[in-house]
């Protein structure tokens, strides 16, 4: 007779990091090893995708509790950082008249602009000296996205930052 000791692989004992280690999460304690005894010449016939499933699961499970924000529906907002662009010193200010919007997207397109508003994505002002039209783009789920057209007023002002490829 044989004896042949199962232990769960996707958990790490305490014992098993090295000394300079420290996990990133609080380690669980290893659950004792499943003793199986086998007659010899007998065939051991594992369902690893039961085993493997239920531990999966509540991983799954346990990163979606932990990390909720991350996979909340709608726009999430960096809170603490703020961007910065290098305005060219001679660039002067340009103002773009809207462009003609299809008469057969003009709800969806003030729909998601309202809704935009609505998040803090965008603000309504009643002056500006800088101004870009929109080009409005049909989604194959039929909502419409709002691009702006930066090409003659934005990216021909601001200065880029050139980072060195690794």
């Given at each position: 007779?044989?004896?042949?000791?199962?232990?769960?692989?996707?958990?790490?004992?305490?014992?098993?990091?090295?000394?300079d280690t420290v996990p990133a999460a609080p380690v669980e304690p290893a659950p004792p090893a499943l003793e199986v005894q086998v007659q010899q010449g007998a065939q051991l016939i594992a369902d690893w995708k039961n085993i493997f499933?239920?531990?999966?699961?509540?991983?799954?499970?346990?990163v979606?509790?932990?990390?909720?924000?991350?996979?909340?529906?709608?726009?999430?907002?960096?809170?603490?950082?703020?961007?910065?662009?290098?305005?060219?010193?001679?660039?002067?200010?340009?103002?773009?008249?809207?462009?003609?919007?299809?008469?057969a997207l003009r709800k969806k397109v003030g729909k998601e602009l309202d809704r935009l508003e609505e998040e803090g994505v965008i603000l309504k002002v009643q002056h500006s000296e800088w101004a870009a039209p929109i080009v409005p783009v049909l989604k194959p789920n039929g909502t419409v996205r709002i691009c702006g057209d930066y090409k003659l007023t934005a990216n021909t002002a601001t200065q880029t930052e050139v980072y060195p490829l690794p």
């Open positions: 007779m044989l004896t042949l000791l199962l232990f769960p692989l996707s958990l790490v004992a305490q014992d098993t990091l090295a000394p499933c239920t531990q999966i699961q509540k991983t799954l499970q346990e979606l509790g932990q990390h909720e924000l991350v996979f909340s529906e709608g726009l999430g907002k960096i809170k603490g950082v703020q961007a910065s662009l290098h305005v060219n010193p001679e660039a002067q200010p340009r103002f773009y008249k809207p462009r003609p919007v299809p008469y």
